[in-house]
């Protein structure tokens, strides 16, 4: 059986929310029809003509890319354009394009993060913080019996995660008390007699993004018709957020030979050094696509080269006055190890759910961009 596209999108923002987009982009649903039931997910970085045709050739009616291809409103449509072609023909199709841009840049498993893990980095930081979590804590009690069902429930929305552990909670035992009125249709007791029920008090924790999926989650599994629960802030520190990472290798390399392993991992045909070859380098900075905006970040975090995109003479100016190697690899290039985590993501949920749906990488075609030497 297939899933909705809404379900895919459900999964997709549970790896990376909305509410982590920055002002003024543009992520979500581009176009389509969400409740269509999806045959094939395709995943890359951009919606063009060559992956129309490869959604079609691989039976793919829902599209996922980190690129909006919709970035700006439209203010007309004319068929009779490359760019309005190909979105006529695709809603002709039937597909489904959903775009997630810098709410996939900062998330914790998302573009730079991909790409440190390529590269085996260690000790990880944020390079560039946007934004600390604010996480809640869930207080609701629960008649005994029912505390192991509704913690489930919890965990499997979101709730109790703590570092790599889940289903992270508190429970009290006590005495619940409640007099059913009239109209009222009890799961223990009469209307109009007091009860005092065993119950449990379950404490854990929601993180940002997650409270009504977490709640409803809570509602559909209790019990009682009305639950009774409490939220709280929390002053504790949150995960951070941001853009980029920074960290060490395994052991010191040349320069020289982190620039080849860079052209090799990223499968690219040439790649842009600053530096010299034999240097020896071990703290490393990493962003996926454009990394002008972060390189001060790196200087001021000690790294020893930063590995990036898109970066101009003026960039290379300032490294070199810092004293700071650079490797740039593309803008593309850099991010496309994230599109296998996505896919990773996706086919696990798919697959533990049951779903029939089937997850495709696109294929990683470099632009014909030629370099005359």
Known sequence: MYVAGNNIINIIEEFAPLSWVFPGDVCGLQWGDPDLPVQAVLLTLDFNEAVLYEALAAGANFVFTHHPFLYRPLSSLNLRERRGALLGRALKEGIT???????????????????????GLEKLAVLHPTEQDKPEKLVVFVPEGF?????????????????????????????GTFLPREGSNPFVGTPGVMEKVDEYRLETIIPPGRREAVLEAMRRVHPYEEVAYDLYPLSLPGQVRGLGRVGELPAPVTLGELALRCRELLQISSIKMLGEAQKTVQRVAVL???????????????????????????????????????????????????????????KERLKAEGWATEVIIGRNEEMNITVLE
Request: with cysteine; hydrophobic share 50%; glycine share 10%.
């Open 97 to 119: 394009l959903y775009s997630a841009h810098t709410n996939l840049d900062v998330a914790p498993s998302g573009v730079s993060q991909a790409l440190a893990a390529l590269f």
């Open 147 to 175: 505390e192991d069902k509704v913690l489930n429930a919890l965990a499997e929305a979101g709730a109790g995660w703590i570092g790599k552990y889940s289903h992270c909670a508190f429970q009290l035992r006590g005495t």
């Open 288 to 346: 996926g696509g454009s990394g002008a905006a972060c390189l001060p970040a790196a200087i001021q975090k000690g790294a020893q080269v930063f590995i990036s995109g898109d970066l101009c003479y003026h960039d290379w100016q300032k490294a070199s006055d810092a004293g700071l190697a650079l490797l740039d690899a593309g803008h593309a290039a850099t991010e496309w190890p994230v599109i296998s985590v996505v896919a990773a993501f996706l």
